[in-house]
């Protein structure tokens, strides 16, 4: 894959690093790391500059999220409730649970989306629950530009500073990335242990 996304910088510029932070937003499994870190690099060996490939990567990042939120639209909440009032007895959930939750992203959404723009893999995910509480699209468009712009921008100039060792800091950020995950698995596991007890004592 390293190749491929090499190959497309390197041959479509602006075009292939917008396009390819397009595709990443709506397949986390693609590597934003070795996007940026190689354009970042590519810039002193190419027509490039730093702050036209942070724009370019920036654009693609956005749409790629408005993409995902208009998926969450489809699945709002109010058709998940249809959902649950027909599976809700094998799923465990109510209608209250799903209003709970809607609530919680009202009122927490906007930091949560600005915040998880700089986490690998729920980066881009974030923007489907967006879509689904109706987040204020405006405000969603913001905070999404701020956040992949620090993102994009930290990256594309680490890539310029280290050069032809670019590839030594996707070592670094698997690593974090890596940590992050973990986190992320232990805070699910948590949470799922706390609702099944939750729903215990009230049962």
């Known amino acids: 894959m390293d190749n491929w996304i090499t190959e497309i910088i ?11 932070l397009l595709i990443e937003n709506l397949f ?22 730093k702050m036209g490939v942070i724009i ?3 654009i693609g990042s956005v749409v790629g999220a408005m993409i995902l939120y208009s998926i969450g639209l489809l699945i709002d909440v109010e058709r998940l409730e249809k959902i649950v009032e027909t599976r809700g007895r094998w799923l465990r959930i ?7 939750a809607d609530s919680w992203f009202d009122k927490y ?8 723009r700089l986490v690998p893999l729920v980066r881009s995910l974030i923007s489907v629950p967006a879509g689904m509480s ?3 699209f405006p405000l969603f468009i ?31 950020t698997d690593i974090y990335s890596n940590v992050v ?23």
Do not use: Q
Request: proline content about 4%; hydrophobic content about 45%.
């Open 94 to 100: 109510t209608k209250k649970d799903l209003r709970r």
């Open 181 to 203: 995950y973990v986190i992320l698995a232990i805070g699910g596991i948590g949470v799922i242990i706390g609702y099944l007890r939750f729903r215990r004592k009230r049962a």
């Open 28 to 49: 986390p499994p693609i590597p934003s790391e070795i996007i940026l870190t190689f354009s970042g690099f590519a810039t002193g060996f190419t027509s490039m500059t």
């Open 134 to 136: 109706n987040m204020n």
């Open 109 to 116: 959404g906007p930091w949560t989306v600005f915040f998880c």
């Open 142 to 172: 913001i905070l999404t530009t701020i956040g992949s712009l620090i993102w994009n921008a930290i990256l594309v100039t680490v890539g310029y500073s280290v050069g032809e060792n670019w590839e030594s800091i996707v070592h670094y």
């Open 10 to 20: 390197s041959e479509h510029g602006y075009i292939g690093v917008c396009l390819l």
């Open 56 to 58: 370019a990567a920036t």
